[in-house]
């Protein structure tokens, strides 16, 4: 299983049209939140269209989970778990025998995503070169699901994230569980991605 996992389009088409494309290559498809952005032309009901009839048309599986950006400043904060063929905040899914988890932004309740091989929650885990800003050394983890993964209560193999643009590394593992944050380069004309084969 060949599976893509991007992160915070921040509602750039090009990037969202890029991963359509990809629909060949990879077998399932990980997004793992701020779909939205407030300072595009558009207005979030606008890009919550655009978006639905995007994932719409999807044709492979595709996880994606909450962010920030996608429920602030909205009536309509779970639009993504009505969007059918998709899975998205609370979804538990085994395809080919790969368990995936897709923990909502607010009020996650981590213990419930515990047999999961991989999970999809848009904040990283603290504690990991993943939730630290590679210039201030700010801290943008998770302190609860960091102590989930490290006592074993959530024991996945992958942990897709995603929150914080410039991460000191996009990689890193707590005890064996590797976990990816792809980061943001605004500049780039694809989505950073991480590209994961089990």
């Known amino acids: 299983m060949k599976i893509l996992h991007t992160t915070d389009l921040h509602f750039n088409k090009n990037w969202f049209k890029w991963i359509a494309k990809q629909q060949t290559v990879y077998d399932v498809f990980c997004i793992t939140g701020d ?21 719409k048309e999807f044709k492979k599986p595709l996880f994606v989970c909450s962010g920030n950006h996608d429920i602030e400043e909205l009536d309509n904060e779970d639009w993504l778990n009505k969007i059918s063929n998709i899975y998205s905040d609370n979804s538990i899914k085994t ?3 790969i368990k995936f988890g897709c923990i909502p932004y607010i009020a996650p309740e981590f213990y419930e995503f515990d047999n999961c091989d991989i999970l999809l929650y848009h904040i990283p885990p603290a504690k990991t070169k993943a939730s630290i800003h590679e210039k201030t050394n700010q801290e943008w983890g998770d302190k609860e699901f960091y ?15 995603g929150h914080l643009h410039h991460p000191l590394n996009k990689l890193d593992k707590i005890n064996e569980i590797l976990v990816s944050n792809p980061g943001v380069d605004k500049q780039s004309l694809i989505p950073n991605f991480f590209a994961l084969e089990i």
């Open 35 to 55: 779909f939205l952005d407030d300072s595009k032309e558009e207005t979030l009901l606008e890009q919550i269209n655009w978006i639905t009839n995007w994932m």
């Open 95 to 97: 395809i080919d025998g």
């Open 147 to 161: 102590r989930n993964l490290k006592k074993g209560i959530l024991s996945p193999k992958f942990v897709l994230c």
